[in-house]
């Protein structure tokens, strides 16, 4: 009796315990992100996707390493300072650029192009599943009905398709063209030209289904855009990217000008210029530390043109390169373009270090937008303008033999009425109109699109020698496929 | 869940209390003089079931037909009695043998060390003592072979890393698992006292590591606290410590005096009307030659001024009773450690414990063991905040002349923010004075374990653990803060941030223990469930511009200003294990284990894994007589215990932030395993000469299946995915030597050495090599050590820039070596142009190459006891034998111009090198070889003298009544280091993603180890 006791004890003890033993699945959920699953089962979150997408594509190019490093090596905006690999670009004689995973700076190759390739497979996989019959029926124009906006949700893809491909294009030497019909398996890179026609191919597809197709969408940052705003947008970055895409004077000469007019005659009237969200997503690295004294300064190079002839005379405050063994210099005397006083900031001596190259000094930093740091980053970040857009279009009248006096005027716009500068009259050869517009376009959009003057400075063969034209495909992604490293830079090393 | 886990606890205790009592035994236990001897343990064989004698020797328990009992006490011989049918057995305890230590972690039940047939170590009361740890592992500090104690930092509240024979995770966690009282720990050590402490295990190797699967790669550290049962049965004993004493800094490197600028003139001083240019001043003018040879006119020495002499505080009571059926102890201890950065509170940390033992009857035992612990930390001086930079480094950034402690001109408030002239930062002790930047923990650890042995063949055992911490941390800048530089825009405005971190962790092991002699053949077998859930939660808001001057909180802030941030994790598992080992004639050792973990970690289709070891030993001393060799024994093992993935590392991962998606940024892996840590140790311990003990152990480890992130194209839209794709080799050598040196009545000598060396290799990696760490210094490729720094590399031979010449040139006649042995050109050497060459490749790219290597040569501890008549003296010694530091605070220093290195007034005039040469060394701050440094050191961690009075010496003064004993001490630690590194110390280390700072040696303004003298008094009654 006393051993039955004990046993069925001791049985009921291991019966209790395994009873207690199916406790909890050993499926645990991520509650902090999102999957695949999450983000593309409900065609009704593709409005908002897409809408996440253009904050993304923003943060993927205009944040640190997209922009600051790429305005150094154009000489427009001037840092010595490491970070960002700004030092690396600015550093005369040119030297290859590090395309190794090691580089401690491996960020400024690398970060356009996963982020930007991160936007864009999202965004065919949206198009892809639209394409399967997943139809996005929603409520999209408040009024209290469900409708189909499968076309909507394709322009606004198309739109971001063509933005990424077209920053690819003007960044890299070659990249994947990717888009919903892609087989990824038989994959292979494409060159510069052909992403760019890739991209102008998807922005024209944006524009027919955004004239097609009338609504407003919040997908901006800040505005509401109407479906023709949208279109003029995407028709817009046609033209920017047709004139951003070409390597040399060259390419530029033989770019595709007739295109440029006509996209850009029927691009965004307005400055494109999404409100700042206080630096979660859509916020802007040069506007915050590009226009801090200690930072970095407006290039000597841009300086020495905007001051008077008499200034930029040896021992004048503003000769260019910067003199050796000098720390500081005086203002510029009056008299130059009234933009030094609207825009910039005289700073007195940088706190660069001068054995890293006194061709980086300069005693003017960029202030323009200075309203956008004191805000705490919440106010408009002026990115595609329209006086970016007049002078595409200036550009394209005089290299298709149009009406320079219209150039002329468009010119004028800033170079009259914010710079001061006599007006010019269409008279003027083409070279110096163009020679106008660049230097507007140093003087303006600096800030607001870093990259536009390297691309601006690239197609004029204008970069210091040895300055690199596009990027190499980032080591990163050449490790992951199994193919040689290889880079760009150095003199004879450009492209 | 909690709910179904109590129920089932209720469950199994409730059946356990309802077992029966049989019949009683009782008797005396007397020594050879036929005095009682109390304390003995008295415990039915094959049971965890016993008494202990009291004051008179007296013991009484019930015990079944043909039970044996063991009588055991420390210094005499353990015998075994068989009952009978006797009911009186009285006993005389001789033979005093030497103590027999047994050890608890990786074995099925308690197992004497002469019978392990792997390494596990033990460190017990009387050498933990002698310096209590401000942390539980502190102690450990070179006192065990192949473990290597890292305090990265010095931070008060901060905690050490442990290292266990190098590494066996390339990209994860190193961290040994830490058990306490059974509970398997899951946050900070540093909320753990060490004056509880009753003996450290440390299980080094993947066989003794195996019991615990795949939490077990980096070993396991088991800490068992003091409890009721270990002192006299009947007896009451109270301890009172206290300890108070001052910490400092012991060393501090030197900073310049010099600039290499011109110094303002009268003239300067008359054409500055505003005041601010002071005479005899570096001015804004550099001097032609660039040269940091000019005295600045005052040199404040920053550091002094810094660093004080700050208050340790330690007072703790402790309670032991143990009556018979209930023992319990308890503790209180306060310690106030404000560390040495002026202005700084550093912790506070008040800890309670209550662990309580009771026998129900004679198969029936429950145990409690609880710990409540509260801290709180001032971050000011450890780390930066919102608005402030770290203070260490604004501290090196101070120009010569700041005058730190001048009020603000702006508001009269003290610490004048912007007292630098050139430099960037901004004054630490502003933010230090005027930031509120706090943390405050709160933890919980408690086992509540059941056995029941129904019969001295079987126990089954019931054990509940808990571990919570709940951690909230504040910073707070009120309205009008002057720093706006490294504030920005809203610092003036005012800043709230709370953030609240909570671990809720609970197990469940359900043990059943078999046991049974057949013949000379002694089997232990032991099945084991565990169950394990483990939540996090962490939430964070902040805010900005303050409506109300003063208000620490929330609602204080702009709504529109608020950001927030949640982080939400769940790990469960459900593990089984079983372990069989056999000892025939206490000689010839056998050991198997197999544990099968399922694991929410695991990838979908892996979500169960093996682990297992096989161990054997020959205890040769048993079978032969060996001249002068008390014990010989060899052993082997070979055993395989796991490394768990991190939490996210098995899922596709789309970021999601302020309702949006941020992008595409992991795939899934359903395939992800736990990294292996399969290991083969040998190894044989020998006692000779009735003196010495002497331990080799060689243990090879071959990692497989490291979990890393892996690149994915870009084509895919995906960054990364987690996988199983290297592995990582460790070879150790360990050796350790004791000896009880000499002995008599009035001496005791003693001393202990541990040496142990270890390589490693990443023999395996399917992807391409890659850096990673801070500042990506650190390689890793296949075929090369781990911990390799990787950088770019200054030449010191012209064979290295033979490629930097053109064809038609000699490379003699381009670069040459000046007295620094660097590569400089020589149209520049001596010139302010001079500057260093760094490697390039053939196309002119900067090759970034190997240089250095963490790993040290060897590492060797020593420690002494030596006791005439009441007085100890008790030192341990660390030595670290070279394993390289990445120096980030020295390089730093050389940007800024304020290291002892830039200062060209203590160089002879032809040798001074100017400001393009030292930038040219600085390199804008990328990793290169000039700041990889020796990081060779020989400290002296503990230093203790004490003087104990017994109740002989104390009935002299007539306080026997009063007390037991006293024991007062005089305490150092850290007191010493020996080092050829240039910065504070050279044991320090940064963790980085999942990694610790025990692999990451890289010195980046760290808060300096510091030294501490303190006095304690300890009264017991």
């Known amino acids: 009796m006393k051993y039955l006791l004990k046993y069925s004890l001791i049985a009921t003890l291991v019966f209790g315990v395994s009873s207690c033993s199916f406790f909890e699945e050993l499926e645990t959920p991520n509650k902090n992100d999102l999957e695949v699953a999450d983000v593309l089962s409900d065609p009704t979150t593709y409005p908002a996707l897409i809408s996440s997408s253009f904050g993304n594509f923003w943060n993927a190019t205009m944040v640190s390493f997209p922009t600051m490093p790429v305005s150094v090596a154009a000489q427009e905006m001037s840092m010595s300072w490491g970070n960002w690999g700004a030092r690396d670009l600015g550093t005369i004689p040119r030297l290859p650029l590090n395309n190794t995973q090691s580089y401690g700076n491996a960020g400024l190759i690398e970060d356009v192009w996963f982020n930007v390739y991160g936007v864009l497979v999202q965004t065919n996989n949206i198009l892809k599943l639209i394409d399967e019959g997943n139809d996005v029926i929603v409520d999209f124009d408040g009024d209290g009905n469900t409708e189909n906006i499968n076309d909507i949700v394709r322009a606004g893809g198309k739109l971001l398709q063509g933005l990424s491909l077209g920053h690819l294009a003007m960044r890299y030497d070659q990249a994947f063209i990717v888009d919903e019909n892609t087989d990824v398996a038989t994959l292979g890179f494409s060159p510069y030209d052909e992403v760019g026609a890739a991209a102008v191919t998807k922005l024209e597809e944006a524009v027919v289904l955004f004239n097609a197709n009338t609504f407003t969408a919040g997908w901006i940052n800040g505005l509401n855009w109407t479906n023709t705003q949208f279109a003029q947008f995407a028709s817009s970055y046609i033209a920017r990217i047709i004139a951003g895409n070409s390597r040399t004077a060259a390419e530029n000469a033989a770019a595709n000008w007739n295109k440029v007019l006509t996209t850009a005659n029927a691009g965004l009237p307005m400055d494109y210029a999404p409100i700042g969200d206080g630096g979660v997503v859509w916020w802007s690295r040069i506007l915050i530390q590009g226009q801090d004294a200690v930072w970095a300064r407006l290039s000597q190079r841009v300086v020495t043109e905007m001051a008077i002839p008499a200034d930029r005379a040896p021992g004048g405050p503003a000769p260019y390169p910067w003199p050796d063994g000098v720390a500081s210099l005086p203002p510029l005397t009056a008299g130059h373009d009234n933009r030094v006083t609207t825009d910039l900031t005289y700073s007195g001596a940088p706190s660069f270090s001068a054995d890293r190259g006194y061709y980086f000094f300069s005693s003017y930093r960029y202030s323009r937008y200075d309203a956008y740091p004191a805000s705490s980053f919440t106010t408009p970040m002026v990115n595609y303008s329209a006086m970016e857009r007049d002078t ?97 830079g150095g003199e004879g090393m450009e492209m | 869940m909690k709910r179904i886990l109590l129920l089932c606890f209720m469950f199994l205790t409730v059946f356990a209390f309802s077992a029966l009592a049989q019949r009683t035994v009782s008797g005396t236990v007397t020594d050879d003089n036929g005095e009682g001897l109390p304390g003995v343990n008295v415990v039915i064989k094959g049971t965890t079931t016993g008494a202990t004698t009291d004051l008179d020797g007296n013991y009484r328990l019930t015990v079944e037909d043909g039970a044996t009992l063991i009588f055991s006490f420390v210094g005499f011989e353990t015998q075994e009695i068989e009952v009978g049918a006797r009911t009186v057995i009285d006993i005389t305890m001789g033979g005093i043998t030497e103590l027999q230590e047994v050890v608890i972690t990786g074995v099925g039940s308690a197992t004497s060390k002469e019978k392990l047939s792997f390494v596990v170590e033990q460190i017990g009361e009387d050498m933990l003592q002698q310096t209590p740890g401000v942390s539980a592992v502190s102690g450990l500090a070179g006192k065990m072979a192949g473990v290597r104690v890292l305090n990265g930092s010095g931070a008060p509240g901060s905690e050490p890393n442990i290292l266990i024979r190098g590494a066996s995770n390339i990209l994860r966690s190193n961290d040994p698992l830490i058990i306490i009282d059974g509970v398997l720990t899951e946050a900070s050590l540093s909320d753990i006292n060490g004056e509880d402490i009753k003996s450290i295990e440390v299980v080094k190797g993947a066989a003794a590591a195996s019991l615990y699967g795949s939490r077990a790669s980096n070993g396991v550290v088991n800490i068992q606290t003091r409890r009721g049962t270990d002192g006299k049965q009947g007896v009451t004993t109270v301890k009172v410590r206290s300890e108070f004493g001052k910490s400092f800094i012991p060393y501090k490197p030197n900073k310049t005096t010099s600039t290499n600028r011109v110094l303002n003139t009268q003239a300067d001083v008359d054409a500055d009307p505003s005041g601010a240019t002071l005479l005899g001043y570096p001015s804004n003018q550099i001097k032609p030659d660039g040269i940091f040879d000019t005295p600045w006119p005052v040199v404040i020495d920053h550091f002094d001024q810094a660093f004080t002499t700050q208050d340790f505080f330690t007072q703790y009571v402790s309670i032991q009773n143990n009556s018979g059926n209930t023992a319990v102890f308890a ?109 405050d923990r709160t933890r919980f650890l408690g086992n509540y374990t059941l056995s029941y042995s129904p019969l001295d063949w079987m126990d089954v055992e019931a054990s509940f653990s808990i571990d919570k911490l709940n951690r909230n941390r504040n910073v707070f800048v009120d309205q009008g803060y002057l720093d706006t530089f490294s504030a920005g825009p809203n610092g003036p405005l005012g800043i709230v941030d709370y953030e609240s971190f909570e671990i809720d962790s609970e197990t469940l092991a359900l043990n059943l223990n078999l046991y049974k002699q057949f013949g000379d053949l002694t089997a232990k077998f032991r099945a084991q469930f565990f169950y394990e859930n483990r939540e996090t939660l962490e939430i964070q808001a902040a805010g900005s511009n303050l409506a109300f001057k003063g208000k620490n909180t929330l609602e204080n802030v702009d709504r529109t200003t608020i950001t927030l941030n949640n982080n939400q994790t769940k790990i469960t598992a459900n593990n089984f294990s079983g372990i069989l080992a056999l000892d025939y004639r206490d000689t010839y050792l056998f050991d198997a284990l197999v544990r099968r973990d399922g694991v929410s970690l695991f990838g979908d289709n892996e979500r169960w894994q093996t682990f297992y070891r096989v161990s054997g030993g020959y205890r040769i001393s048993q079978d032969f007589d060996l001249p002068g060799i008390q014990e010989l024994k060899v052993r082997g093992s070979y055993g395989v215990a796991g490394g768990r993935p991190d939490f996210t590392d098995q899922y596709e991962r789309i970021g999601l932030a302020d309702g949006n998606s941020t992008g595409q940024f992991q795939t899934r892996n359903p395939n992800l395993k736990p990294s292996l840590n399969q290991e083969l140790e040998v190894g044989f311990d020998v006692n000779f000469l009735d003196k010495f003990n002497f331990s080799f152990t060689y243990a090879d480890a071959h990692n497989p299946d490291q979990i890393m992130q892996v690149p994915l194209s870009a084509s895919t839209g995906f960054q990364q995915i987690v996988d199983n794709v290297a592995t990582l080799d460790a070879k150790t050598f360990e050796m350790s030597l004791g000896a009880s040196v000499f002995k008599n009545q009035d001496w005791d000598i003693s001393a202990n050495v541990v040496w142990d060396r270890t390589t490693m290799e990443i023999t395996e990696l399917n992807r391409a090599p890659f850096s990673v760490g801070p500042d990506n210094a650190f390689r890793i490729e296949a075929g090369q050590p781990f911990g390799l720094f990787y950088g770019e590399v200054l030449a010191t031979s012209l064979s290295q820039v033979e490629n930097q010449v053109a064809e038609n040139q000699n490379v003699e006649d381009i670069f040459t070596i000046n007295n620094h042995g660097f590569v400089v050109r020589k149209d520049q050497i001596g010139t302010d142009q001079e500057q260093v060459v760094y490697l390039r490749d053939d196309d002119g790219v900067l090759v970034l190459d190997v240089i250095g290597d963490i790993t040290p040569d060897f590492n060797m501890g020593f420690n002494s006891t030596i006791t005439w008549k009441n007085i100890t003296l008790f030192m341990q010694w660390d030595w670290k034998q070279g394993g390289d530091v990445y120096n980030k605070t020295f390089q730093f220093g050389v940007r800024d111009n304020n290291v002892e290195f830039t200062d060209q007034a203590l160089v002879p005039y032809a040798q001074r090198k100017s400001f393009t ?58 007191i010493l280091t020996f080092t050829k590194y240039s910065g504070f110390d050279p044991e320090v280390g940064q963790a980085n993603g999942s990694v610790g700072a025990n692999i990451y040696r890289y010195d980046n303004f760290n808060y300096p180890n510091f030294a501490t003298f303190t006095g304690s008094v300890e009264f017991t009654f």
């Open chain 2, 331 to 439: 503790s209180a201890q306060f310690q106030k450690q404000e560390g040495i950065i002026i202005l700084t509170d550093g912790s506070e940390r008040t800890n309670l414990r209550l662990n309580i033992d009771h026998t129900l009857n004679e198969k029936l035992t429950f145990s409690a063991s609880n710990l409540y612990s509260f801290s709180n930390v001032d971050l000011d001086g450890a780390v930066g905040s919102a608005v402030s930079t770290d203070p260490m480094f604004a501290l090196w950034q101070l120009d010569p002349a700041a005058d730190i402690f001048a009020p603000n001109e702006e508001d009269g408030t003290p610490y004048n923010w912007n007292a630098n002239f050139f430099g960037l930062e901004v004054n630490p002790l502003y933010a230090i004075n005027s930031v509120t930047n706090l943390e």
């Open chain 2, 917 to 974: 040469y030292i930038n040219s060394i600085y390199n804008v701050n990328k990793v290169n070889s000039f700041f990889v440094e020796d990081g060779t050191f020989i400290k002296l961690r503990e230093l203790a003298l004490s003087y104990r009075l017994g109740s002989s010496a104390l009935s002299k003064v007539g306080l026997d009544n009063a007390f037991k004993g006293i024991k007062v001490s005089a305490i150092g630690r850290n």
């Open chain 1, 392 to 488: 595409y279009i200036a550009e394209a009248l005089i290299r298709t033999g149009g009406s320079k006096t219209q150039a002329a005027t468009l010119i004028n716009n800033t170079r009259v009425t914010r710079g001061g500068l006599p007006a010019l009259t269409g008279a003027e050869s083409d070279q110096v109109l163009l020679d106008a517009i660049f230097y507007e376009r140093r003087a303006e959009i600096g800030w607001t699109w870093p990259s536009v003057i390297f691309y601006d400075r690239r197609r004029n063969d204008d970069l210091e020698t040895g300055t690199y034209k596009h990027m190499p495909v980032p080591a990163r992604e050449l490790n992951v496929l199994g193919v040689e490293l290889y880079t760009f």
